[in-house]
């Protein structure tokens, strides 16, 4: 798993506003199972330039019940969204109950599926995670950018599909090492000032430098584990 071995350390993100929904006009309400909303979603490059007075273009984005069989309520993607910002931490017994794990599923060179462990963070409306560009992941992704992160909280299970693209902005470098220095991995920017070091990573992410990537969610569906239940797909 690409997070550090060491069960003290765990990583988590800082709560960052970059979800603002925005009204929906009332005749852009469909009945049924599908529904439009307005949100306001911005994915930059630089996650330190995000600030609660940067503007944001709205997009549209569908939500699809599929729970509609028992009759559930669609979910509600902002405070899904607020959850993921809050941190999904790593350490035993701090969530999912017990804990979280986030899962990379990329595809080899034959088409099947290859799944492992990342210390994945959500940031500006994006997972966020790192790997040597020489592992397994680093590789597929190299190839076909195609990939999904995965995990369970104690509130709902998670699936973000979209594609994964390889960060070279020093800046945004730099602000995610800072991130995950502060949830106890002790990641630095190396001399390249692209990639990061330290003095230890998970096995699998092989030696350093590990490089990060960006995920761009394309679609998202999440079961909720609590009452009332429901379970809901979401297209960007």
């Known amino acids: ?127 966020w995670f790192e790997t040597g560009q020489g592992s397994r992941k680093g590789r597929n992704l190299a190839r076909d950018p195609r990939c999904a992160v995965s995990l369970a909280t104690e509130e709902f299970d998670l699936v973000v599909e979209g594609e994964a693209s390889l960060v070279t902005d020093p800046a945004t470098v730099a602000d995610l090492a800072a991130r995950w220095a502060a949830g106890g991995w002790p990641a630095r920017v190396d001399d390249t000032g692209v990639a990061l070091t330290a003095e230890f990573s998970a096995p699998s992410a092989g030696p350093p430098p590990w490089h990060v990537y960006r995920l761009t969610p394309k679609t998202a569906t999440a079961l909720a584990t609590v009452e009332p239940g429901g379970a809901t797909r979401w297209r960007f």
């Not at 929906?24 to 609660?52: I, K, N």
């Not at 969530?95 to 595809?107: A, V």
Request: hydrophobic residues 40%; proline residues 12%; glycine residues 8%.
């Open 1 to 127: 798993m690409d997070h550090p071995s060491r069960p003290d350390l765990h990583h988590r993100t800082h709560p960052i506003p970059h979800l603002i929904p925005g009204p929906l006009p009332p005749e852009e309400w469909q009945l049924g199972t599908l529904q439009v909303l307005w949100v306001a979603v911005r994915c930059d490059a630089t996650v330190a330039a995000m600030s609660p007075a940067v503007p944001y273009r709205p997009l549209a984005m569908e939500a699809t019940n599929l729970a509609d069989l028992y009759q559930l309520p669609l979910l509600d993607w902002a405070s899904i969204e607020d959850k993921l910002r809050s941190g999904v931490t790593q350490a035993p017994g701090t969530g999912g109950p017990n804990r979280h794990t986030c899962w990379l599923s990329t595809i080899n060179a034959d088409g099947s599926p290859h799944v492992n462990g990342v210390g994945a963070l959500w940031a500006d409306g994006c997972f």
